[in-house]
T-cell receptor, first 111, second 113 residues
Framework: GEDVEQSLFLSVREGDSSVINCTYT??????LYWYKQEPGAGLQLLTY?????DMKQDQRLTVLLNKKDKHLSLRIADTQTGDSAIYFC???????????FGKGTTLSVSS | KAGVTQTPRYLIKTRGQQVTLSCSPI?????VSWYQQTPGQGLQFLFE???????NKGNFPGRFSGRQFSNSRSEMNVSTLELGDSALYLC????????????FGEGSWLTVV
């Protein structure tokens, strides 16, 4: 079945780049997403990438997609303390109407 | 443009009771989906509605139900509450349900005691 896996923790220093990795199983996924969740809050859509793209850049965020390896990554340039949060990778299910989420990567940024 | 609005934000219920949560999608969005988030199971899909029809359902017991109204607003209901139903319930909306952007609300925090 469909599954999304992420590493659980990442710790970086302010100003460094952060790279959060994700693997997914459904090769037919059309869209892949990154969401951010701060404590006590809902999910904030950060960015998404269509499956026929290799890369998407949006200000400090860069998404890389390797379809052959079913690997997705999110790079945050010049990481700030305000970037500390949980980051979720998600893919569409086969029906296309639900999201399958990873367990989330907790990003801790120290000054 | 207003975002996805969920009410109530916080509630406490007793085992055996039922609860109804409400979601107003972004104006113009016709697809509404619901997710349960718990520390142990993470984010799990409950169901998705489009134009008042349930199109997809996750692996949850029949105690969990939902509906969508003609104005796209949605409600979900959990009957005979169990302690394990304590969770953050998130609603998401999108234009058509199979497009690219899916936006979430702030969630409803349910505690069952």
């Amino acid at each position: 079945g469909e599954d999304v896996e992420q590493s659980l923790f990442l710790s970086v220093r302010e100003g460094d780049s952060s790279v959060i990795n994700c693997t997914y199983t459904d090769s037919s996924s059309t869209y892949l997403y990154w969401y951010k969740q701060e404590p006590g809050a809902g999910l904030q859509l950060l960015t998404y990438i269509f499956s026929n793209m290799d890369m998407k850049q949006d200000q400090r965020l860069t998404v890389l997609l390797n379809k052959k390896d079913k690997h997705l990554s999110l790079r945050i340039a010049d990481t700030q303390t305000g970037d500390s949060a949980i980051y979720f990778c998600a893919e569409r299910d086969q029906a296309g109407t639900a999201l399958i989420f990873g367990k989330g990567t907790t990003l801790s940024v120290s000054s | 443009k207003a975002g996805v609005t969920q009410t109530p934000r916080y509630l406490i219920k007793t085992r055996g009771q039922q609860v109804t949560l409400s979601c107003s999608p972004i104006s113009g969005h016709r697809s509404v989906s619901w997710y349960q988030q718990t520390p142990g199971q993470g984010l799990q899909f409950l169901f998705e509605y489009f134009s008042e029809t349930q199109r997809n359902k996750g692996n949850f017991p029949g105690r969990f139900s939902g509906r969508q109204f003609s104005n796209s607003r949605s409600e979900m209901n959990v009957s005979t509450l169990e302690l394990g139903d304590s969770a953050l319930y998130l609603c998401a909306s999108s234009l058509m349900g199979q497009g690219n952007t899916i936006y979430f609300g702030e969630g409803s925090w349910l505690t069952v005691v």
